[in-house]
């Protein structure tokens, strides 16, 4: 499996344990999309520095890694999945 795919599998995992961790929906994607943020612009810094890949071809992955989830979570909050409880 790739390491995108991986990545893209830890963002939405994320997504599902904060969901159900924390009762205010729109509270929860606030915190996913911060944290992820961060997840994505540290995957892109090990990519760059330390994998040798050059700064425009990891920020295309970088997008796809941070966008894919997030708008996932904002779907799911704009939509009304609301976590249980």
Same mark, same amino acid.
């Given at each position: 499996?790739?390491?995108?795919?991986?990545?893209?599998?830890?963002?939405?995992?994320?997504?599902?344990?904060?969901?159900?961790?924390?009762?205010? !929906?729109?509270? !929860?994607?606030?915190?996913?999309?911060?944290?992820?943020? !961060?997840?994505? %612009?540290?995957?892109?810094?090990?990519?760059?520095?330390?994998?040798?890949?050059?700064?425009? @071809? @990891?920020?295309?992955?970088?997008? %796809?890694?941070?966008?894919?989830?997030?708008?996932? !979570?904002?779907?799911?909050?704009?939509?009304?999945?609301?976590?249980?409880?």
């Amino acid at each position: 499996m790739s390491h995108t795919a991986v990545m893209l599998f830890a963002g939405i995992a994320l997504l599902v344990a904060l969901r159900l961790l924390v009762r205010d !929906a729109a509270r !929860a994607t606030r915190i996913f999309l911060w944290l992820w943020l !961060a997840v994505a %612009i540290g995957n892109l810094l090990v990519g760059v520095l330390h994998a040798g890949y050059g700064w425009l @071809e @990891e920020a295309g992955i970088a997008l %796809i890694v941070f966008g894919v989830p997030a708008a996932i !979570a904002i779907a799911a909050r704009r939509f009304g999945a609301s976590s249980p409880g």
